[in-house]
């Protein structure tokens, strides 16, 4: 599981834009580096950083005390390979996330935390990459409608409370998990279970506060 308020993201090609837009959409600060940045990544919560993340003065600018995942996202693996490497150096703790293209590619997860494949896997795949385990995005939806597949955590304003009183609109309980039985309106939302919500992008960062809390994993 991650805790952060803040995603660093190497790449503003096609994946490291939509990645950024993600998590922006969920609420998190997200800064992105690049050398010939993708000025049309927009959003108040993205800091586009001009400069080469492999170079120890710009990584470091961008790596904060509220850090707490780096993606390195640009399409040559070597250089995803060393920003996820030195980015280890600013900071305990930091989860890192490569963009590899080998198939034999899980190899490196010596020197990451965890590799993505984007010849086999959606943007959404590396946003869970990034993400951590208590929410994650089902991947093969497609459009601006997220499904996610989310735990309640034991402090969060939604446990305990009835679906309809404890989300926005825009969204929707569909089920448990695990469960085989649809959720209702008046359902109780029960702290430690894990249950499938479908959310419209500009609601899926409160539906994210709501069952994890405000500290919550991006």
């Known amino acids: 599981m991650t805790d ?3 995603v660093v993201i190497a790449g503003s090609g096609r ?3 939509r990645v950024a837009q993600h998590f922006a959409d969920r609420e998190r600060d997200v800064t992105v ?3 010939d940045p993708d000025w049309g990544i927009e959003g108040e919560r993205i800091e586009v950083l001009q400069g080469d993340a492999t170079k120890p003065p710009v990584l470091e600018s961008a790596i904060t005390e509220r850090t707490g995942v780096v993606g390195a996202l640009t399409d040559k693996q070597d250089t995803n390979l060393v920003v996820c490497m030195a980015a280890k ?3 305990t703790g930091l989860r ?3 963009r590899i293209e080998e198939r034999a590619g899980d190899e490196y997860e010596a020197y990451v935390d965890e590799v ?3 010849e086999r896997a959606s943007v959404r795949a590396a946003v869970n990459a990034l993400s951590g385990s208590d929410v994650r995005t089902i991947e093969e939806v497609t459009g601006d409608l997220e499904i996610l ?3 309640v955590g034991y402090d969060a304003p939604a446990a305990g409370e009835v679906v309809s009183d404890a989300l926005p609109e825009g969204s929707v309980v569909i089920a448990e998990t695990d469960g085989h039985v649809a959720v209702q309106h008046s359902t109780k939302l029960i702290e430690g279970r894990r249950y499938i919500i479908a959310a419209d992008r500009d609601v899926v960062g409160e539906v ?3 069952c994890r809390g405000e500290s919550a994993e991006i």
């Open 33 to 35: 580096i690049d050398p």
């Open 149 to 151: 597949d989310i735990r």
């Open 116 to 118: 993505y494949f984007p």
């Open 208 to 210: 994210i506060r709501q």
């Open 96 to 98: 890192t996330v490569a």
């Open 15 to 17: 994946v490291g834009h």
């Open 89 to 91: 150096r600013y900071a």
């Open 4 to 6: 952060t308020e803040h």
